[in-house]
């Protein structure tokens, strides 16, 4: 089975849409996927995730289903060195690289900061919820893997969000989700392919065989968006926070 994770295009995230640019990137994907086999999708219920499936959906005469949980990781808590509540998967490196549950599997939501915010629940309620839908199409998560009980050669599409994908990835590999986060850009439009492995009858592992790809947009001469990085440089006018 192979599964595609797409980050919506550029955002509006005023309008819960895409900018100008955005609807572009969203062309040049569903052209790019127009001949790509897909035989589900699956989209989060926020406006730049359907306007960024719309296009690729028309194309391809497909509807998606709509998941709630695929919307982009809500969990807030209140970063190290701000005094209000901020996403989860957005801090500093000096604020979460000394801290070593940040990178383990499991310890990285029990931290008294990750815990005050409810951010193990909410990667519980989105990885159970992904594990149903894996089940529904064949695959049931055994311990670490998953028992191949109806081994297929299906293409499901995720139509999500950034934080979301690190979240469904580091759950599919086991790894925690801060090193994916804060070490990985996917920019918008881009897409990550997923691929099952069956060495042996019935035991079934996932291999990310691409991350963040957007070659759609350079086919077309299209740069990627900044949005998914900050700056380079401190002296530079790119985004800082």
């Not at 311990?143 to 969000?161: K, L, P, S, V």
């Not at 019935?202 to 291999?207: D, K, L, V």
Request: charged content about 30%; aromatic content about 14%; overall charge negative.
């Amino acid at each position: 089975m192979r599964l595609l994770f797409i980050r919506h295009g550029e955002p509006d995230y005023e309008k819960d849409s895409l900018t100008p640019k955005g609807f572009r990137e969203a062309e040049y994907l569903a052209e790019y996927l127009a001949g790509e086999k897909i035989d589900y999708c699956y989209v989060s219920p926020l406006g730049r995730a359907k306007d960024t499936a719309l296009p690729t959906l028309q194309k391809k005469r497909m509807q998606a289903e709509e998941c709630d949980w695929l919307q982009e990781f809500p969990a807030k808590v209140i970063r190290p060195d701000k005094g209000y509540k901020i996403n989860c998967w957005d801090f500093l490196p000096q604020d979460w690289t000394n801290v070593r549950e940040y990178y383990d599997r499991d310890a990285w939501a029990q931290t008294a900061l990750m815990k005050e915010g409810g951010v193990w629940e909410e990667y519980v309620h989105v990885t159970k919820s992904f594990d149903a839908l894996l089940e529904k199409h064949g695959y049931v998560r055994d311990g670490n893997c998953y028992r191949a009980e109806r081994a297929n050669r299906d293409t499901i599409a995720f139509f999500c969000h950034f934080a979301l994908e690190c979240v469904l990835l580091g759950h599919l590999i086991g790894v925690s989700p801060m090193t994916l986060w804060h070490g990985f850009c996917a920019a918008p439009s881009s897409v990550s392919t997923v691929m099952t492995e069956e060495r042996r009858e019935g035991i079934a592992s996932f291999r990310i065989s691409r991350f963040g790809d957007v070659s759609h947009l350079y086919i077309k001469g299209e740069a990627p968006s900044f949005f998914a990085r900050y700056c380079e440089t401190f002296d530079s006018d790119e985004l800082h926070d």
